[in-house]
């Protein structure tokens, strides 16, 4: 049988748009806690834990030539610790079974949003910025870990060819992350005379990144950009939505109260993200594998609302 | 209901923006290069319209309150260039009116952008005009990829230390900082020296409130005869000096930047000196 390419977190939005785009052309093996609905009949499935030893299983018994590791998750809503032994845990086995079984390439999804906004921020981080999500938002810093975690293993494995990709906020029908979210409300609010330079990718283009990131000119980490940048309200004014201008004082004390009593579903730091600039500079990714994305920004800002 | 009521006073505004400029203007801003998406804004959110509306009180204090006169605005070249000022007059005025200048006068219209203090990206309504209007946080990665770019760059090494001089020191160089120097090595940037006459006298400061400046988290506050530093109608006299290379490391120690800094400093002080030699009265 021919190697295989194992693509984790794959019953999630973008798994499952990753893997109908990808296979016709590759061997898939998906492993995911979840069931994957709607799984083409060539992708070989195990619906497992990452931290659970049948994962080693899959490793020990394929011949594996690349792994896409998304099984990452972001609830803010889950239990702390479990979240970050998920995360954490799962990719740190992940990445032993990688190096154990001489996989040959690494592909790992992070997110720009690891650069954290803020008021301090150049129009455009490049991938060597520090990453200062956790500084502002600390229900985070497993992401950061494992960005960091991925990012050691580059160094310690020359062999591996690791590529890490930092995509802008990844938005899409049914996402259910909460830029996506944010965007699909009826009545948006924002924080009045701020109107921040937002970047957004359609979710199948950033399945297509991290299918192009198989690829041998790709390695290290990249930003990953989708069509560009607009400024907030213009987003707004695409999607024919009249936005409600909140004090910036006095929005995060009511999100803070909304989020405890499970009114409000966007925990209080993510209010940063309509304030300040957490933009970056895609122009490494687009220079080693001539990255275009296919979706214009109109047409990535209107997916939201498609079913 | 509220975005059209915006929409409308940004036509007006930049109707009399177009009055005032007259119709030269579109001329102009066909030379200008531009870098915008189908949202009217390039990708550091600088949107040329709403530019040329919000420029419209500031071409108004051009025009009729301040009647700046400028001296060989075409020295300044085309491509990437740093404007060096001088800064003064409490409010920074003479930075808009540069920018004005650039636009309006120049023989080769440029969009100027300014760097503007980080903490202004924490100002509600402030931060979006700055952005919009073409002004960006002064970080260096966002200056070297303005330059890289072929843009032109307006800076204030003294930074708020000249804005904020109290009246004996007007017209007097304070620390330039060096971080300019640095990029314009870096990039091989010519700097264009400029002298700004008029701003000193628009807000007399008599001193500087440092307590209540703490309390407020400003970075002075100036007593002036106005009480607040409403700008008086001083006349304005931009000079454009011929523009400066320099080569090096951007590397260098501190002391050898020194060096190049104080020539760019001295330039900017003899174009002060004879400018107000040549200055028979302060508001005519």
Same mark, same amino acid.
Not at chain 1, 4 to 14: D, E, R, Y
Not at chain 1, 147 to 150: G, I
Not at chain 2, 230 to 235: I, N, V
Not at chain 2, 271 to 276: A, I, P, S, T, V
């Given at each position: 049988?021919r190697p ?11 798994g499952r748009?990753l893997?109908?785009?990808?296979h016709?052309?590759e061997?898939?093996i ?19 834990d990452?931290?659970g ?9 394929n ?19 479990e ?6 845990v799962g990719t ?6 990688a ?6 390439k690494?592909v790992m ?5 690891a ?16 990453l ?14 494992v960005?960091?975690?991925?990012h050691?293993?580059f ?29 699909? /409300?009826? &009545?948006?609010?924002? @924080?009045?005379?701020? *109107?921040?330079?937002v970047?957004?990718?359609? #979710?199948?283009?950033?399945? !297509?990144a991290?299918i ?35 004090p910036h004082?006095?929005?995060?004390p ?7 009593y499970?009114?409000?579903s966007?925990?209080?730091p993510? /209010?940063? &993200?309509?304030?300040? @600039?957490?933009?970056? *500079?895609?122009?490494?990714w687009?220079?080693? #594998?001539?990255?275009?994305p !296919? ?13 | ?9 940004q ?15 579109h ?15 390039d ?27 400028t ?5 300044v070249?085309a ?7 001088n ?5 920074p005025l003479?930075g ?9 006068e ?5 969009v ?26 002064g970080t ?19 930074g ?24 314009a090595?870096e ?6 020296p400029v ?5 000193e006298?628009?807000?007399p400061?008599?001193a ?9 988290g400003?970075?002075f506050?100036?007593l ?5 530093p ?6 304005y006299?931009?000079y454009f ?8 490391r ?20 003899s ?6 030699k ?7």
């Open positions: 049988m295989a390419v194992v693509v984790t977190g794959i019953s999630g939005n973008l748009t893997a109908r785009l990808l016709r052309h061997r898939i998906g492993i995911d806690r979840r069931p994957f609905e709607g799984k083409p009949k060539d992708v070989e499935m195990f619906q497992l990452l931290r030893r049948r994962a080693e299983d899959v490793f020990r018994r011949e594996i030539r690349a792994v896409i590791h998304m099984g990452i998750m972001h609830d803010p809503r889950m239990n702390e610790e979240h970050h032994s998920f995360n954490v740190t086995r992940i990445l032993g079974y190096a154990r079984y001489g996989v040959k690494v999804l992070s997110s720009a949003n650069y954290g906004p803020s008021p301090d921020n150049s129009n455009f981080l490049t991938e060597d910025a520090p200062m999500a956790a500084s502002r938002f600390s229900q985070v810093r497993d992401l950061i870990e960005d960091m975690l991925a050691g293993f160094w310690r494995h020359p062999d591996i060819q690791t590529v890490i990709l930092r995509p802008v906020h990844i938005v899409g029908p049914n996402i259910k992350n909460a830029p996506s979210n944010y965007l699909r /409300l009826r &009545h948006p609010w924002v @924080l009045a005379g701020f *109107d921040p330079m970047q957004l990718i359609h #979710v199948e283009d950033a399945a !297509r991290m192009e990131a198989l690829r041998p000119e790709a390695k290290g980490v990249y930003n990953v950009v989708g069509p560009g940048e607009v400024p907030l309200s213009a987003i707004w004014r695409e999607l024919g939505r009249a936005s409600i201008p909140f004082l006095l929005a995060r009511l999100l803070d109260i909304l989020f405890k499970r009114l409000a966007f925990p209080p993510e /209010l940063d &993200h309509i304030q300040f @600039l957490c933009a970056v *500079d895609g122009s490494r687009v220079k080693d #594998v001539g990255w275009r !296919r979706y214009s920004m109109r047409e990535t800002i209107r997916s939201v609302l498609d079913e | 209901m509220l975005e059209q009521v915006g929409d409308e006073l036509k007006a505004l930049r109707r009399w923006t177009e009055s005032m400029v007259g119709e030269d203007l001329g102009r801003i066909e030379q200008v290069a531009r870098n915008e998406n189908e949202f009217g804004v990708p550091f959110g600088f949107d040329l319209n709403y530019a040329l509306a919000a420029m419209a009180p500031f071409v108004w204090l051009y025009k009729q309150y301040f009647r700046v006169q001296f060989n605005i075409d020295r070249p491509g990437r260039v740093l404007l060096v000022s800064h003064s007059g409490q409010l003479d808009a009116m540069i920018v004005v200048a650039l636009l309006t120049a023989p080769r219209p440029r100027v952008r300014s760097m503007v203090e980080k903490w202004v990206q924490t100002l509600p309504y402030v931060s979006t005009f700055m952005a919009r209007a073409g002004q960006i946080v260096p990665e966002n200056c070297r990829r303005l330059l890289e770019a072929e843009e032109a760059i307006l800076v204030f090494p003294e708020v230390r000249g804005l904020g001089k109290t009246w004996g020191q007007r017209y007097q160089l304070q620390d330039f900082g060096l971080g300019f120097m640095r990029l090595l990039t091989k940037t010519p700097i264009a002298a700004v006459i008029g701003a006298e628009q807000a400061s008599l500087n409130l440092k307590p209540l400046a703490k309390i407020l400003f970075p506050v100036p002036t005869p106005t009480v607040i409403l700008p008086l109608p001083s006349r006299r931009i000096g011929e523009p400066m290379t320099f080569s090096g951007a590397d260098d120690e501190d002391a050898e930047l020194d060096k190049k800094v104080a020539a760019v400093k001295a330039t900017i002080q174009m002060l000196d004879e400018g107000l040549a200055r028979t009265h302060v508001f005519r």
